[in-house]
Nanobody, 125 residues
Framework: QVQLVESGGGLVQAGGSLRLSCAAS????????MGWFRQAPGKEREFVAS????????FSSNSVKGRFTISRDNTKNTVYLQMDSLKPEDTAVYYC??????????????????WGKGTLVTVSS
């Protein structure tokens, strides 16, 4: 059974930083592209960032480019999202995702094979 478990969310002031982690199990992690999505209250889920199997390619949305960095450690079956210069509009539930396709496909298509249950990030002004 595939499990994606996010951690690292919480309350932070605007301008601060958080690092989210997503631990994967039940799949061969190195064969999956990974991604992060988020859903703010009253809004649809949106793409945040994705990373290829070997970390050779990354994609990120315009709203987080230059502030958020996605990375992965295939020896730990974990993907990370380093979030810096946080803004109140970054407040959302952040979801980890795994897909057998490519990081580019996650970016353009927005559909994935597996989802985590999410972790809440709240940025206060």
């Amino acid at each position: 059974q595939v499990q994606l478990v996010e951690s690292g969310g919480g309350l932070v002031q605007a301008g601060g930083s958080l690092r989210l982690s997503c631990a994967a199990s039940g799949l061969t992690f190195s064969t999956y592209a990974m991604g992060w999505f988020r859903q703010a209250p009253g809004k649809e889920r949106e793409f945040v960032a994705s990373i290829s199997r070997n970390s050779g390619s990354t994609f990120s949305s315009n709203s987080v480019k230059g502030r958020f960095t996605i990375s992965r450690d295939n020896t730990k079956n974990t993907v990370y999202l380093q979030m810096d210069s946080l803004k109140p509009e970054d407040t959302a539930v952040y979801y980890c995702a795994a897909d057998r396709g490519t990081a580019e496909a996650i970016y353009f298509r927005g559909t994935v094979d597996y989802w985590g249950k999410g972790t809440l990030v709240t940025v206060s002004s």
